[in-house]
């Protein structure tokens, strides 16, 4: 993938000399990334959490329950800006 292409992606603008700064950094990123597939990892079985101090897998997600929600009146009442019952905030780009 080349560096005009992830700009693009990330809706960046990006000029000629960022190109040439870039597209080298780039690809020594990939080769260095790319070093992982030298692994064996065909013994290795996938992961799904972290680990404890004593070596165990544990999940630290919570349990999913569902509850009452907040409603939109509480939820803008500490708001700094509301219009029509949504949050109002500065447009960024």
Known sequence: MD????????HLEITD???AIYTPQMKNI?????QLNEL???NVEPMLGGLTPE???TNAIREDIPHQS???EKALSQAP????GHFQ???VL
Not at 81 to 84: G, I, K
């Open 30 to 34: 990939v080769a260095y990334v790319e």
């Open 55 to 57: 070596g165990e897998t």
């Open 70 to 72: 907040l409603g939109q």
């Open 40 to 42: 064996d990892t065909s």
């Open 3 to 10: 560096v005009r292409q992830v700009a693009k992606l990330a």
């Open 17 to 19: 000399e960022e190109v």
């Open 89 to 91: 905030v500065p447009k």
């Open 81 to 84: 800006s509301a219009v029509a």
